[in-house]
């Protein structure tokens, strides 16, 4: 049946199934927060909804700690500027990514100084993502873009297993 908004045009629109909750094959989000304090919880409240509407809810309390440490990094190291967050779903682990602004620094000394304190800061999320049974890292974003790509990568057994033990 043809549907459009414009009463000039006439087009043809494929409906595609929607996922049953069991299916998270469709978890594919991503979205801008500002680099503040308050972005965490911002972060949280759409991995939040994001973990619910496609039937993994049993997934949320380590994954809402892990959203909250990247975005709450990510705003200490570009305060004020723009952070980049993706959630996704692939091959049974949930994928929490954070992308900020802040270049790696020319000067080898400075930017390993600069890694050291962002692996600090991250303590917290390395051991969630550990107990989970996943992996995580800092990485260079793609060529044609600056910044710093900070990802956490949450098995669905491991994770699910932790959140059983810690509620």
């Known amino acids: ?47 939040h909804t994001a ?34 967050y993706s959630v996704r779903w692939r091959d049974g682990t949930l994928r929490i990514v954070n992308w900020d602004p802040h270049h790696s620094h020319s000067v080898p000394v400075l930017a390993a100084t600069c890694r050291a304190r962002r692996k600090r800061q991250l303590l917290l999320l390395a051991a969630i993502v550990r107990e989970c049974g996943g992996a995580w890292g800092i990485t260079k974003p793609a060529p044609a873009t600056e910044g710093t790509r900070v990802w956490a990568d949450l098995p669905h057994a491991g994770t699910a297993a932790y959140a059983a033990r810690r509620c």
């Open 1 to 47: 049946m043809p549907v459009s908004l414009c009463p000039l045009t006439v087009q043809s629109v494929t409906h595609h199934p929607s996922p049953t909750a069991q299916d998270p094959a469709g978890l594919s989000y991503s979205f801008t927060v500002p680099g503040e304090p308050r972005s965490a919880g911002i972060a949280r409240s759409n991995v």
């Open 51 to 84: 973990l619910h509407a496609h039937g993994l809810g049993e997934l949320e309390e380590p994954a809402l700690h892990v959203a909250s440490e990247l975005v709450a990094c990510g705003a200490l190291f570009a305060p004020g500027q723009d952070l980049y």
